[in-house]
Structures are given as structure tokens and as C-alpha cells.
């Protein structure tokens, strides 16, 4: 008896798992974050007890606090919100402001650098305040006709009413405008050029101008201008009519993309017809009723405009087994769009998984080489297919063939223990036989349970299997002490940081 | 993944952290530690906006409707409140929504940020009003300045005589004792992407207030074209007005621009502020905590500064510290308490008026950082994020490159996070010098293929800024890294470099904050010519124009000011507080806005219409 169990002793490593790093409860900050919590906690009763009158409270808890502004707006917000809801106002036209000529306005931008005295009763003389830090701006006695273009510049910049007029032929205006460059003040360019309306080759006035027409809205003069095509492409996101939109990108094909952005243009011109005739066909066979898919899971959007892979995603879902003959096949979409492995496999199980296809997920590592044998294989870490698998819900049985197959025996236990397939942690423990984890793993099962039993099979089997292991063992090894390195490595305080970093 | 892998913590390219001593025992780089000086008063800052704001609303005399712009909300609620508007005779608020509105005040009163859209939105306001034949007055409040572009709209549609117009100079807001913010995010693209030149003078006017304020400054050092145009912009408003000589509380000044740095603002934050800032995105100094940190159905708003007492204890520690600090509070927390255990009256009496009221405060602040630190830790324990930071870290170190590509190939074939992808391929752009032209080509196939070719414009906004691009082929790629690195061991920076190191290990530290130390101690950007030429820099440092002496002087000297025009974040802010501790200096960071990865990359796409 006492030699069995000495043999037993022997015939058992101590562990060597320290139970590897679980990114569940046990996690040391974690425990500590929660006892911190509970402690502060079981003292809020006393906190609690006279807590209305605390001016504390309001201080430093203003969160959103009576009074302050953004409350204000909001309770304005709610109140006006059924009557605006109710009535969509909408502006009135007024024929009369666009058409207005500009030249004969009275407040025209012109009159006002001519210093009229109507706009000085205008301009509030709100500078007069802190005069220290702002000097009043509009000061007419200042108003002297002829300055000289930096004079003129430096008095715009003061805010100060100034003559334009003066600066008529084309190099006064250039001299004027390199000057407001010179000043780098954005304001004082912009200014400037709104007067002239005059393209010029100067650049950084240039992007000025650019940058006026793009807030402005003048999309079309800046198309006209500067014939930008991303510019011109970009117009296609205000189309809202599908077969507009798809007609316009047509008409970007014939733009002088770089190579590949014609490529990518191309791809989005192909993407959104082939979308077209897909949600045409799918709306109908969903209102008809005719698939069970749609039935299960019904759509929630349309698939137009929708990125390719989400598209992919969505023929995946929806129209997996279809022959590469239709537009809507996975393998249609994945040919005409040269996508890579990775890219149609990562799709592919996400949608499979997603329906909890299980078979379909399989037939998608197995390949089967010419002696007919089969094997899994797979274009990403097969850690990497688990979180996807497991995202998804996937069943222990479904997940245990995945973990059984990661090379990384630490890898293999981490993850058996997160996905609780129990039985690859118990022959993983038995293959590197590790008495204290079996043991310690088999307190967590029911003594009725099956793992409990398959443990107890595992400790009492393994002195009579002593030679048969033996060679295991060996086999083992390898792998084993790279665990170990590992895991030595993991005291409390490093594995902490090592969680936490 | 591996332990190895994921306990590297990011240094400086080249070096580990492996053996990094605790902070204690990192010998200073001076022997005589100058405790840091008082920082400058900002909250005037904020009064002078207020009573300017008072002034303008008095311009327009009577009961009348305020709109204000949504993005200027949270800043005036940082220097008013509703009752300071009322007494000023506003009847009701609205948010600019670029809707008819339904007020029936006959004075309204707009206060908007200078953008065409909202102008010609109250255009059409008021259009509309002399449509229905009714009067009324309306008064537009700019800030923090007008732009001539603005009136042109109001000319244009012909109702520039029916509105009058003002500025309200609200250039700057205090969010914390020591940084203050433009609140203009729109800063970064419209200069740095569409070379637009609007903001400058206004960076000009930031410096002339501060130098009014807090000046005379004595130095002004600066890297980037902008800077270079801020300050002459300040120069220039310097010249204008009279000079009265005095005494200053500030005494250098950087500038930096944006372009300088990359890499800092596309890493994931690690110090507490900045991870709370990546993940629940504090707004204006104030963050709202959902249900799942507050544990209760509803969401509170909290202000995140130098007042909150336990906050202010953890801002600026890696995550990883901030555990054991909150636990070890708690347990404080418990033994205050529990003192009351066994006192008299009397004792109890002194304890209820004196201490209760501290501790109860401190309990709810440190319930609700308990939250939040569990909240992030669900998120961060995640095995995504954990690959993600591991990734990180190598470009960094700048290796497993295949790895890394790898992985980020994934997170676009999967199509996680949009955004994040696109930080992924920025900050392998930046830290490789470029994408060799197959993986470029490749990577942003597979990138449209994914979230779709409209992002084609986004592609082209961050080639224009050099931030994802392809490799120019036929050059080594180390050019800049070697420089850089040879500039970190160089002897004189030796000392320092230890000290960063040790804090690498706590933030994301690049060479911004390492050239800056380095100017400071040589006065000068004499010798780093090189670096700043290869940084695109346009480095410049002048001398300002006070010399006062004695013992205000030194104190003043240690009182820098950096400004940031582009925006900063928070990792930056901790790097510049720790830089300060460790050498005795105090640093005031003024920025355009604060900004992280997720902001910066927002501010480049381009696929909406």
C-alpha cells in the first residue's frame, strides 16, 4: 500500500501550472477592485444617512446640476419638442434675397471697407470694455484713404474699416493679397479674395479660396475649378436614388484616378449594380416567403451601399450553397472581387457560425489530401477561429475540436479553461501528469459528475499505466518545459502587471 | 500570446524596461530638488470672459431668446450659469439646430462659433421673418472672433443691415489649474489638412492675452510653421499696443506644432486620465459615467479636475497602479470610519462637524473611480484589447512587423473597429517611415473592401499628412529613428534619459516631451538642428522681452508655458506633470483643444457626404 502510493508519487510531477493566467474572476485586480468595492459599500449606510442637505453633493457633482446651461436648453428643447414635431415648418421662400443685386445694396461688404458712418452706429462699441485687451475697432477718425497695402492689411486686422477701392488693377490686388499672406491671417485672406473673386497662383491664397467655396457650398464652381476627381467622387455620397448613384460612379470611371483608385472606383461601380439586382431579387423572395432562411432571419437592412464585406457577409448568410453562376454566390462575390483566402474564410465563419451551421463551419477547415485522408487546415491561428467560433455561441463539442487542435500546450489549457472543455484540460493534465491540478480541477465537479469520474479513472489508472505513460511522458517533455519557462515566469505580482498592462 | 509579450512595456525605441528601477531610487538629475513654484491665477481668465459676455448681452437691452452653438454649451456652462444669463434679461436658450425656430421674443440674440452654415441658418431665420412680416431685433455674438467671410454671407443674402454683429473674445478656458483650452478641435484639420490659415491670428491672440495677463514672457521657443506664424501674429499685436513693465508670472514659452509629433496622440492612453479620456471621452473637463460605472440606472456627469482629491491622486498613474492606491484608500476610508466606534458624545460631535463631511465626500468620489476602474478593466482584460496593446508595443519597438501586419490585416478582414483600424495602419505608417508599397497597396484594398471605398478621401487626407503612407522607394528608412535615438544617448541628456525611461514605463513618452527637456537644459535648440530639420520642423527660439532679476525671476523662470496647436493629449499632459516634479519646473499647457487617437483620426475622415 504505502509503496503504491510512493510509486504514485513518483509517477506524478508536481504541477507546474500555476493556474495559467484566466482572464475571469480569479484575476487578482480584479478581486481586489471588488473587495474595494464591497468595503466601500457596507460603509455607505452611515454616508447615507443625511444626504439631501449636502452642498458637498452639489458642488462637485454637477452633473448636469439645475441651473447650468445645458439643462436650460434641454428643458427648452422638451417643452418646444410635440409643437415642432407637429408642424414641420419649413422656411419660407423669399424670392427676393438671392436675387438681390449685390451691387446696390446698401450694406454691401464694399460700403462697409468704405467706412460709411451707417455701419459705425452698427458696430457696438463693445471694445471700449477691457480696454487694455481690446482696443475699440472701429474708429472712422482713423479712416484715411491712401495706405499702403501692409498698412492696409494691418488695419483689417485691427478690425478697422478700411478702403479697397483703390487696389483696382490686377497687381494692386496680387501686392494686397501676398501681403494678407504675409500676415498669415486666414481671416484677412479669406476677406481679400471674397472682394476679388480672382483666382491667382499664389497657393496658400489658393487653398483659402478652395477651403471658402467648400464651406460655402459651392460644390460645382470647385468641380469646375479644379476638376478634383476624389472631389468629384465624393459627390456621389449625396445621391440618395440608388441607380442615380450607380450611373454617376459610371461616370467617374473616366476620371484620372491613380492606378488602384481606379481599380477601387471600378470595384465600387461593379459592388453597387451587383447590390441592385441582389436587393431587387432578395425583397421580393422575402416578401413571397419562399426561403426559410428569410423567414428565420428576417433582414434588417437592405444591403445597398454596404461595404463588399459586409456584402460577402450577407451572401454568406443568406445565399451560401448557391451555385457561382448567380450574382449573389459567396463564390461569385469572391471571384469578381479577387478577394484573398483570409478575407472569404473569416466571412465565411462568421456568417456560418452566426446561423449555427456547425457543418458548414467544419467543411470549411477540412482539406483532403490525394491519399483521401482528411485534415484541418486553416489561413488564420485556429486561436483566432475559437473567439469567433465562441462570439457566436458555439457549443463545447464544436469548440473542443479547435482547442485540440492549437499547438501551444499553454495556449491549448488557457483556453480549454476559458471555452470549459473539460475533458481536453483533463487529458492534457494526465498527458503531463499533473496530480495537483486533477486533483484541484476534480473539486470543482459534482461528485456524480461524469468529469468527476473520469478524474478519479485518470488518478487510479495511472500507476498501472506507469509504463505505457512512461513513454508519453518522454513524448511530452518537450512541450512541457516550455510551459514551465512560461508559467515560472507568473508570480502574483508579475502576472498581475502582465493582466493589467 | 505570451507573458513576455504582453508585460513588455513600451520605452523608447531600442530599450527595455526590464530592468528599470523604482522611481525612489532613480538618482536626480539634480542634486537639489526645487520644490516647484505657484501656479498663476487663471480663473481670471474666466471672469473677464464672463463680464465680456455680461457686457454684450447688455448691448442688446430687454428681454430677448439666446441660441447658442451646441459646441459652445459646455464652455459657457464652465463660466455661467443660467441664473448670470437671466439677470441679464434672456428669456429662454436654445441650442443651434439649423431648424425654423418657433421663439416668439421679439429680440434674439445668437452666440456661435464663426461658420458659415450657422450664419446662413439665422439668414434664413430671418428671411423667413420678413416673409411672415414680423419684426423683430437680432443681435450675432462671434466667438472667439468674426471672420469677414461671415458678413459676406450676411451681404450676400441681403440682410446685413437688419442684423448687428460683435465679437466675444471667450479665447480661452481654464479646464484645470494648469491647462486651458481654445475648445477649438476644428483647429487641426483646417490647418493642418486644409492649410487654412484662419485660426493663426487667433493663436496669436491667445499669446497676446496670456502675455498681458501673466507676462512679460522672457523666452519663446517654437517647432512647426504654425508656431512660427503664431508668434509672429503676437509679435505683431505686441507692437500695436504699449508695453507697461512688470513683473511676470511666466516665464518661457514653446510652441509646438501637431505635425511635430504623430506618434504620442495615435497610441493607446495607459495613464488613468487618458484611458478615462480614450474611453469614456471627457468633454470640456467633465465626463459622463454610464449606468455600468455608477451602478445605478442612471448616468452622472462629473467634472475631472484638480478638486476631485482622489482623482488627482491617480490622474497621472498607469493604470496598473491605480488598483492598489484605490484599494488601499478604501481600506483608509474603513478605519476613518470606523473611529466613531466608541467615541462619546463629545468625540462624536467634533467627528460629525469636522471629519464626516470630508470622508463622506471622498467615499463617493472613491466609489465612483472604483466603477470606473472596473468598468475599463472589463473592457482592457478583454483578449482583443490585450492583442491590440501587444501590437502596439511592437511598433514601437519596431518588431514582429510581419506579426503586427498580420494582426491588423485581421482586425480590417474582420471588420472590428474602424476607427481603430485606421490608428493601427497610422501608427505602422509612422513608426516604419511608410508601407512598403505591396503592403500600402494591399492593406488599403483590403481596408475599402472592408468599411468601403468611400473612405478613399480619408486615404488621401492622411497621405497629405504624411501620416499613412507609402514608403519611398530606394531610401533607407532609419534615417530619422537613427538620429533620434543617437540624440537620446547622448552624454549631456544621459541623466534625463533615465528618468524617461522609468516613465515610459507609465505613459506613452516620445520625443516631444524629450526634446523639450532637452532645450531646456541647453537653452537653446543649438545642437538638435539636425533633429528638428528631419522633424519638419521649423524650429525657431527668441528672446522676449523682459529681464527682470532676483528671486521672482527664478521663480518665474520655472514656470514655463507650452502650448500645443493642433491639440494634446492627456499621456502628454502626464509626461509634462511628471517632468515638472522630477525637475522642479511648473507647466502650464495651453492647447487648441485636447485631443486623442480616436479625435485626430475622426477629424480625417472623409466618407460622409
Not at chain 1, 172 to 182: E, F, I, P, T
Not at chain 1, 381 to 392: E, G, M, P, T
Not at chain 2, 444 to 460: E, I
Not at chain 2, 466 to 480: D, N, R, S
Request: glycine share 4%; proline share 3%; aromatic share 10%.
Amino acid at each position: 500500500m504505502s509503496r503504491a502510493k510512493a510509486d504514485e508519487d513518483d509517477y506524478w510531477n508536481s504541477s507546474k501550472f500555476t493556474l495559467a493566467f484566466t482572464f475571469d474572476e480569479e484575476d487578482d485586480d480584479y478581486t481586489r477592485l471588488k473587495e474595494s468595492k464591497k468595503a466601500v459599500n457596507s460603509i455607505s449606510a452611515l454616508a447615507d444617512e443625511d444626504d439631501d442637505d449636502d452642498d458637498v453633493e452639489k458642488v462637485s457633482w454637477s452633473g448636469e446640476p439645475v441651473g447650468s446651461i445645458s439643462w436650460s436648453v434641454k428643458e427648452t428643447a422638451s417643452k418646444l419638442r410635440p409643437a415642432g414635431d407637429s408642424r414641420e415648418l419649413g422656411f419660407p421662400k423669399i424670392s427676393a434675397s438671392p436675387s438681390l443685386p449685390k451691387n446696390n445694396s446698401v450694406y454691401s461688404l464694399s460700403s462697409l471697407f468704405k467706412g460709411t458712418a451707417q455701419y459705425s452706429t452698427l458696430d457696438t462699441p463693445a471694445r471700449h470694455y477691457a480696454p487694455e485687451l481690446r482696443k475699440p475697432k472701429c474708429e472712422y477718425k482713423d479712416y484715411i484713404s491712401n495706405w499702403s497695402p501692409q498698412e492696409t492689411i494691418l488695419k483689417m486686422q485691427q478690425g478697422k474699416v478700411v478702403s479697397l477701392e483703390r487696389f483696382q488693377s490686377l497687381q494692386d490686388k496680387m501686392l494686397l493679397l501676398d501681403k494678407a499672406v504675409d500676415g498669415h491671417d486666414g481671416n484677412i485672406i479669406t476677406a481679400v479674395e471674397v472682394l476679388f473673386r480672382e483666382l491667382v497662383g499664389r497657393e496658400t491664397a489658393l487653398r483659402h479660396y478652395i477651403h471658402y467655396l467648400k464651406e460655402s457650398g459651392e460644390q460645382k464652381v470647385l468641380l469646375d475649378l479644379f476638376r478634383s476627381e476624389l472631389l468629384q467622387y465624393k459627390h456621389h455620397l449625396t445621391i440618395t436614388d440608388e441607380n442615380k448613384r450607380r450611373d454617376f460612379l459610371k461616370t467617374c470611371l473616366g476620371l484620372p484616378f491613380s492606378p488602384e483608385d481606379s481599380l477601387h472606383v471600378q470595384d465600387h461601380y461593379t459592388l453597387l449594380e451587383r447590390q441592385i439586382i441582389i436587393e431587387e431579387n432578395d425583397k421580393q423572395v422575402e416578401r413571397t416567403g419562399q426561403s426559410d432562411v428569410f423567414k428565420r432571419f428576417p433582414r434588417k437592412a437592405s444591403i445597398l451601399n454596404m461595404p463588399l464585406i459586409t456584402t460577402l457577409y450577407y451572401s454568406c448568410f443568406y445565399h451560401y450553397s448557391e451555385p457561382e453562376g448567380t450574382y449573389s454566390s459567396p463564390a461569385n462575390i469572391r471571384r469578381t472581387f479577387k478577394l484573398a483566402e483570409k478575407q472569404y474564410f473569416l466571412t465565411a465563419l462568421a456568417a456560418r457560425a452566426k446561423l449555427k451551421a456547425w457543418t458548414d463551419v467544419d467543411s470549411l477547415f477540412t482539406t483532403r489530401n490525394w491519399l483521401g485522408f482528411t485534415k484541418k487546415k486553416s489561413p488564420v491561428a485556429f486561436q483566432r477561429v475559437l473567439d469567433i467560433l465562441h462570439k457566436n455561441n458555439a457549443p463545447v463539442q464544436v469548440l473542443e475540436v479547435y482547442v485540440n487542435l492549437l499547438e501551444d500546450l499553454e495556449l491549448k489549457i488557457n483556453m480549454a479553461h476559458k471555452f470549459k472543455c473539460h475533458d481536453v484540460i483533463i487529458n492534457t493534465y494526465r498527458d503531463t501528469k499533473d496530480k495537483k491540478q486533477l486533483l484541484g480541477y476534480q473539486k470543482k465537479f459534482d461528485m456524480s459528475s461524469a468529469e468527476h469520474k473520469k478524474i478519479a479513472d485518470v488518478l487510479n489508472n495511472s500507476v498501472r499505466n506507469t509504463h505505457t505513460l512512461h513513454i508519453r511522458y518522454r513524448h511530452t517533455q518537450s512541450l512541457y518545459s516550455k510551459a514551465y519557462t512560461l508559467t515560472i515566469g507568473c508570480s502574483a505580482d508579475l502576472s498581475r502587471q502582465f493582466k493589467t498592462v | 500570446m505570451s507573458p513576455h509579450a504582453t508585460r513588455r512595456v513600451f520605452t523608447s525605441k531600442g530599450q527595455t524596461d526590464g530592468c528599470s528601477p523604482p522611481l525612489s531610487l532613480i538618482p536626480m538629475a539634480q542634486s537639489i530638488r526645487r520644490d516647484s513654484p505657484e501656479l498663476p491665477d487663471f480663473s481670471l481668465l474666466k471672469r473677464l470672459a464672463r463680464d465680456q459676455l455680461i457686457y454684450l448681452l447688455e448691448q442688446l437691452p430687454g428681454r430677448k431668446d439666446l441660441f447658442i452653438d451646441a459646441d459652445l454649451m459646455s464652455p459657457l456652462d464652465r463660466i455661467a450659469n443660467v441664473s448670470t444669463l437671466k439677470q441679464h434679461e434672456v428669456d429662454k436658450l436654445y441650442k443651434v439646430e439649423y431648424k425654423p425656430i418657433v421663439s416668439t421674443s421679439d429680440q434674439l440674440c445668437f452666440l456661435i462659433r464663426p461658420r458659415l452654415q450657422s450664419v446662413k441658418w439665422i439668414c434664413d431665420v430671418v428671411n423667413a421673418d420678413k416673409a411672415a412680416g414680423k419684426f423683430r431685433r437680432y443681435k450675432l455674438i462671434f466667438t472667439p472672433q468674426k471672420f469677414y467671410a461671415c458678413e459676406n454671407v450676411l451681404e450676400e443674402q441681403g440682410i446685413f443691415g437688419d442684423v448687428t454683429t460683435d465679437e466675444w473674445g471667450f479665447h480661452l478656458l481654464p479646464l484645470d489649474d494648469d491647462i486651458i483650452s481654445l475648445e477649438l478641435p476644428e483647429f487641426f484639420r483646417d490647418y493642418f489638412l486644409d492649410g487654412n490659415q484662419r485660426w493663426v491670428r487667433t493663436a496669436g491672440c491667445v499669446l497676446h492675452l496670456l502675455h498681458s495677463l501673466y507676462g512679460p514672457f522672457s523666452k519663446v521657443y517654437g517647432i512647426g510653421r504654425c508656431s512660427k506664424m503664431a508668434y509672429e501674429s503676437w509679435r505683431e499685436q505686441v507692437e500695436e499696443g504699449e508695453q507697461k513693465g512688470r513683473d511676470g508670472e511666466i516665464g518661457s514659452v514653446f510652441l509646438f506644432d501637431r505635425d511635430v509629433d504623430y506618434v504620442t496622440p495615435m497610441c493607446s492612453q495607459v495613464v488613468y486620465e487618458g484611458l478615462v479620456d480614450d474611453i469614456f471621452r471627457i468633454k470640456c473637463g467633465c465626463v459622463e459615467f454610464g449606468p455600468e460605472v455608477t451602478s445605478s440606472d442612471k448616468s452622472l456627469k462629473v467634472m475631472l479636475n484638480s478638486q476631485d482629491k482622489v482623482f488627482n491622486q491617480i490622474r497621472n498613474e498607469h493604470f496598473s497602479n491605480v488598483f492598489g492606491f484605490l484599494s488601499q484608500k478604501a481600506k483608509n476610508l474603513q478605519t476613518a470610519y470606523d473611529k466613531r466606534c466608541g467615541m462619546d458624545i463629545k468625540q462624536i460631535k467634533t467627528f460629525v462637524s469636522e471629519e464626516l463631511k470630508g470622508l463622506k465626500q471622498e467615499h463617493r468620489l472613491l466609489s465612483l473611480h472604483i466603477g470606473a476602474s472596473e468598468s475599463m478593466m472589463k473592457k482592457k482584460t478583454k483578449q482583443e484589447f490585450q492583442e491590440l496593446l501587444k501590437t502596439e508595443h511592437s511598433l514601437l519597438e519596431g518588431f514582429d512587423i510581419r506579426e503586427c501586419i498580420t494582426f491588423i490585416e485581421e482586425h480590417i478582414n474582420r471588420q472590428c473597429s474602424m476607427i481603430e483600424s485606421l490608428r493601427l495602419l497610422c501608427l505602422l505608417s509612422l513608426t516604419e517611415n511608410g508601407l512598403l508599397s505591396k503592403d500600402y497597396k494591399s492593406m488599403k484594398a483590403q481596408y475599402l473592401q472592408s468599411y468601403g471605398v468611400d473612405h478613399l478621401p480619408t486615404f488621401a487626407n492622411l497621405k497629405q499628412l504624411g501620416i499613412l503612407v507609402e514608403q519611398p522607394t530606394g531610401e533607407t528608412l532609419t534615417a530619422m529613428e537613427n538620429k533620434v535615438g543617437k540624440l537620446v544617448n547622448d552624454r549631456a541628456a544621459g541623466k534625463l534619459t533615465d528618468a524617461f525611461s522609468s516613465l515610459a514605463k507609465k505613459s506613452h513618452f516620445r520625443a516631444l516631451s524629450r526634446r523639450l527637456n532637452l532645450v531646456l537644459e541647453r537653452d537653446g535648440w543649438t545642437g538638435l538642428e539636425e533633429v528638428t530639420r528631419l522633424l519638419n520642423g521649423q524650429e525657431f527660439a527668441a528672446s522676449g522681452c523682459s529681464e527682470a532679476d532676483g528671486k521672482a525671476r527664478s521663480d518665474t523662470q520655472r514656470t514655463i508655458l507650452v502650448m500645443f496647436l493642433g491639440g494634446c493629449t492627456f499621456s502628454e499632459i502626464s509626461a509634462l506633470r511628471f517632468l515638472g516634479k522630477e525637475k522642479g519646473y511648473k507647466f502650464i499647457i495651453v492647447t487648441t483643444a485636447i485631443t486623442n487617437s480616436a479625435r485626430l483620426i475622426e477629424a480625417l475622415l472623409d466618407n460622409r457626404a
